[in-house]
């Protein structure tokens, strides 16, 4: 009895220091997050981006949009990305053996005739069908492929490539139209930039017009408005902090920029893993230290892609489900990189956080849950205690989440109606009531079902756009 007692006390006391630690990093990463984005508001102003513009000297981009089966979206989504404004890029859909109407709807939009198309196969990858080019716009190429999975299309997408910089978008999103343009000038201004990524905002609520947003409000479900201040803490406090660091592991794949040449050196994306964004990223990085290079890979914050979000608890726990199983195995992938001083602050700082604090986050906290009632009964609760530490954590939550939230004010007010903005305040109160705990389950349950379910997709549920 003893020995249990004893071992009780310490876990109380790993957890007390587990979260002071966790709480720690969330403070750092404001602290950057914070003056990344006061920095991008200061310097990058409507004037500048003009100029961008009317300079002869620009980087030509090649947009990649792997879709499967989004006839819902992908019309809107592709009209967005030709939209963009940008000197010289093209667009190149790849239609990964969709089982319903999406080839049909882009024939039908884009007036598509096929094409014989000579390029180099570089990379391996399913059998490529047939290749299309829209009469209506000559910089849009539509790839007719066998299934293979997201990584195997981008990989199709990328030996079709003929530009040095490559944008991988997923098919459901949308961009801002002057995306690239703040993206790309980062290229031009430091040659040693590898991958830019950027920010991406729920889509669910906005009015859309020839895939433009024209108005953003609230959604009305309840999981989409939660989905919001997610997404708000993880970019402009998580991303913006790790690329001030100089450790950023993720470029979304929703939204991201690279260097071609960098990609294909590499081998381009793996397709044996569903976290084939991170994982690209951690291999540059990777390649790039253990040649000794000079190298960048950063987060910026305003080149707004806006994606659809799961609307119902179904979609969405898949969906965090295989983000969680993707990082375990990213994270096992490169598990030399872990405590490792050649890998510098990558090895020494991120992957341990992302091991400590993302990837067994969950474990520590369900088995929080698990152990409470046992405390309970052994007396060893303290109820005052307990009910201040909950206060203190919620408090803390809500102040990170209002913090995030307000940080895009600086950029752009996306969210402009004053009840929009009481919404979010009350909604931070009710996300640890519920909505996180359930996310925790499920993330959970990845945990144990990463080699079992290794490399499993899911089908993800749309509701598609509001179109004006």
Not at 421 to 444: K, P, S
Request: glycine fraction near 6%; aromatic fraction near 14%; hydrophobic fraction near 50%.
């Amino acid at each position: 009895m003893n020995l249990l007692l004893d071992s009780l006390f310490v876990y109380q006391v790993v957890i007390l220091w587990y979260f002071a630690l966790l709480n720690f990093f969330y403070a750092l990463f404001a602290f950057f997050g914070l003056g990344v984005v006061a920095r991008y508001a200061r310097e990058l102003s409507e004037l500048s981006l003009k100029d961008l513009l009317e300079r002869e000297a620009y980087l030509p981009v090649s947009i990649l949009v792997p879709t499967y089966n989004e006839e819902k979206t992908i019309a809107h989504s592709v009209r967005s990305f030709l939209s963009l404004h940008y000197p010289e890029f093209e667009v190149i859909v790849v239609a990964d053996g969709p089982k319903d109407r999406t080839l049909e709807v882009l024939k039908e939009a884009f007036r598509l005739v096929e094409v014989e198309w000579v390029y180099r196969r570089v990379l391996p990858t399913k059998p490529v069908r047939a290749v299309y080019r829209s009469l209506v716009y000559p910089n849009l190429i539509v790839v007719d492929k066998e299934n293979g999975g997201k990584a195997d299309a981008l990989n199709a997408g990328l030996n079709l490539a003929r530009y040095p910089l490559f944008c991988a978008v997923d098919a459901d999103s949308l961009l801002d139209a002057q995306a690239l343009l703040r993206a790309s000038r980062l290229f031009l201004e430091d040659d040693r930039v590898l991958a830019v990524g950027g920010t991406i905002r729920p889509l669910n609520g906005a009015v859309v017009r020839e895939g433009v947003v024209e108005a953003l409000h609230l959604p009305r479900g309840f999981l989409e408005k939660m989905q919001i201040m997610e997404y708000a803490r993880a970019f402009f406090m998580g991303r913006a902090g790790w690329s001030a660091m100089g450790a950023l592991l993720i470029i979304s794949g929703a939204f991201g920029l690279f260097r071609r040449e960098e990609a294909l050196r590499v081998g381009g994306y793996r397709t044996d893993t569903v976290g084939e964004d991170m994982e690209l990223v951690v291999r540059l990085h990777r390649r790039a230290r253990e040649e000794g290079r000079e190298y960048r890979i950063v987060y910026t914050p305003d080149p707004i892609c806006y994606t659809e979000v799961p609307a119902d608890w179904a979609t969405l726990r898949k969906q965090r489900n295989r983000w969680h199983r993707g990082l375990w195995e990213v994270l096992w992938n490169h598990r030399l990189m872990l405590f490792n001083p050649r890998y510098g602050r990558l090895g020494l700082l991120a992957m341990p956080y992302f091991v400590l604090f993302e990837a067994l986050a969950p474990v520590v906290e369900v088995l929080g849950y698990v152990l409470f009632p046992v405390f309970y009964l052994l007396g060893l609760f303290n109820a005052q205690f307990a009910f201040l530490f909950f206060l203190l954590a919620m408090a803390y939550g809500v102040l990170l989440s209002q913090l995030a939230v307000g940080m895009e004010t600086l950029l752009l007010k996306r969210y402009p109606r004053l009840r929009d903005r009481l919404a979010l305040l009350f909604l931070a109160i009710l996300e640890g009531l519920g909505y996180r705990q359930i996310l925790a389950w499920e993330r959970f349950l990845a945990t144990f079902q990463v080699w079992r379910k290794r490399g499993v997709w899911g089908e993800m549920r749309r509701k598609g756009l509001e179109s004006a």
